[in-house]
């Protein structure tokens, strides 16, 4: 079982949508049986001097969330305001806590954007959808 289906599940964590300024939530991402996730952050056009911030918590119980520190991209990511798409990423590897979200700040104008989360690593395959 080497092929992807078996391996990674692909999941809608923020549907793709207009955002207005405020925070957006992911819903809760059970990680358990997983060894890492990564979260992909698409974004459409930024509005004017609008921003988009993004950064991972974690919980034990899907209710008390905390930001979680990450290795490679520092706690936070921006992304500037933009006329064309872009992308961003966010990654879990060794998952100390049971579940994670993508947590977006979307500052001053409504954004175009959009979370996707791949995990892998699954101790039982394949892999169920």
Not at 52 to 58: F, L, R
Not at 86 to 99: D, G, I, N, Q, S
């Amino acid at each position: 079982m080497h092929d992807v289906k078996s391996n990674l599940k692909l999941i809608e964590h923020i549907p793709a949508g207009s955002q207005s300024a405020g925070t957006v939530n992911g819903e809760p991402l059970d990680l358990q049986g997983f060894t890492n996730a990564s979260f992909f952050i698409s974004c459409g056009t930024v509005g004017a001097n609008g921003t988009v911030q993004a950064k991972i918590q974690h919980s034990d119980n899907g209710s008390k969330w905390t930001d979680s520190k990450l290795v490679d991209t520092g706690d936070t990511v921006s992304i500037p305001n933009q006329s064309a798409a872009f992308a961003e990423r966010l990654h879990v590897t060794k998952p100390t806590h049971r579940y994670y979200r993508v947590v977006l700040t979307i500052g001053t104008a409504t954004s175009v954007v959009g979370v996707m989360a791949v995990v892998g690593g699954a101790r039982h395959k394949p892999i169920s959808y």
